[in-house]
């Protein structure tokens, strides 16, 4: 099998030598892609478990290498943390059956196995679940997932007092003489904190389309934005104030803890005990909501005016999970530079309802609005800025938080 398996190898990196994309056309390139990709993933596979398997053996040391780390780092050109994740899902996939098949088979990554293998070791029982799921979405919806699934499984209490323990910032300067900064904060000061630089950043997008100029990339802003908060002193309700939304069940809420099927989480940073959502309950900036099952579904209306009640169950998210605002669009994570779409047009009389608004990335917006206008559910193409979708509404961006 050895011998097969190098000839193999040798024949494959004969053929890839030769391949010059410049003489395919497109689609025959796309087709390469999908091809080696799959290919990729496969070799991937054989190789962690291949890696696993020499480490227990320690064969690294043979190789004049410490520990397997090390050995693989070098050997495969990856740093060390990718090359410990690759040695920890070979291990984990005698575990998982189904995730190895999957895996052999180039159906999943190794970053997807490495995320379903993790998740089936501290949740039995979650692996068929999650290979569903990375068959339907991205790394990131895969990767979102697997850690809610993780976080629910934790006591809320330990847990925190985990996340308190695990706070920091650090600063450091690179190469290039820049000032980088890394840090990690609780759910409910981090999502806070992200809020307030999110919103700033969502109106010098805003800003900059509004004057006809390309807004410079997403990071940019983000630094700038920070910047203008900590040194400039940067304040108004769209900048200086942003909400933290606490999602919490009546019950739950009342009783002082959860129980199995009941939830207690902040939209974008993920569960926190409900002993942390009272005592933010008593401060000015947060806006709690606490759900029995109530329909929200039935606030509705006939103009472009979002209620502030409408404007508070978008912000929510999709239920049941109502973990924040992400593109609607399948396969899309983006929660950022979002819009909200009237799903049946307004030129269609369609209404600024619940059930009516999808929020959707700049490029899926546009996409959304071509589509409506080739079935003549628009009127005629109104002049816009090139930077707009045509259906864009004032003061439209999703991002987090909502602002009136």
């Not at 899309?332 to 999808?358: K, M, Q």
Request: net charge negative; glycine share 8%.
């Amino acid at each position: 099998m050895l011998a097969e398996l190098t000839q193999a190898c040798e024949a494959l990196g004969d053929v890839l030598t030769t391949v010059e994309p410049a003489r395919l056309s497109g689609l025959d390139c796309a087709h390469v892609v999908e091809m080696l990709a799959r290919t990729e993933k496969r070799c991937a596979a054989v190789r962690a478990v291949a890696a696993a398997r020499a480490a227990q053996c320690g064969a690294h040391k043979d190789r004049g290498f410490v520990d397997a780390t090390g050995w693989l780092g070098h050997v495969a050109g990856v740093a060390a943390p990718d090359a410990r994740a690759a040695l920890a899902v070979g291990d984990g996939l005698g575990d998982c059956p189904q995730t190895r098949q999957a895996l052999l088979s180039g159906e999943v990554s190794l970053a997807q196995a490495a995320e379903i293998t993790k998740t089936e070791a501290a949740v039995p029982g979650s692996e068929a679940d999650l290979l569903d799921l990375a068959a339907r979405t991205g790394m990131a919806g895969l990767r979102d997932a697997a850690r809610r699934i993780r976080l629910d499984a934790q006591d809320p209490d330990e847990r925190h007092r985990r996340q308190h323990a695990a706070r920091y910032l650090r600063c450091w300067r690179d190469e290039l003489g820049m000032i980088r900064v890394a840090g990690a904060f609780t759910p409910e000061v981090g999502v806070r904190f992200v809020n307030r630089i999110e919103a700033e950043a969502d109106r010098m997008f805003r800003a900059a389309s509004r004057d006809h100029r390309d807004p410079e990339p997403r990071e940019r802003l983000t630094a700038d934005a920070l910047v203008k908060l900590v040194l400039e002193g940067v304040t108004g309700p769209r900048s200086g104030r942003a909400e933290l939304v606490v999602v919490c069940d009546i019950a739950a809420f009342q009783r002082g803890h959860t129980h199995p099927g009941e939830v207690c989480h902040v939209i974008g940073g993920g569960p926190v005990p409900v002993s942390v959502a009272r005592d933010l309950a008593t401060e000015s900036f947060i806006k709690a909501v606490l759900h029995d099952g109530v329909n929200i579904a039935s606030v509705a209306h006939y103009s472009r005016y979002k209620k502030a009640e409408l404007r508070t169950a978008l912000g929510l998210g999709a239920p049941p999970l109502f973990d924040g605002v992400v593109c609607s669009d399948e396969g899309c994570d983006r929660r950022y530079h979002l819009e909200w779409d009237h799903i049946d047009p307004v030129a269609h009389d369609g209404p600024t309802s619940y059930a009516n608004l999808a929020p959707r990335c700049l490029p899926h917006h546009r996409e959304k609005t071509r589509r409506d206008r080739e079935a003549g559910l628009l009127g005629p193409r109104p002049t816009v800025s090139p930077n707009q979708p045509d259906d864009r509404e004032p003061s439209a961006s999703v991002g987090p938080p909502l602002t009136d």
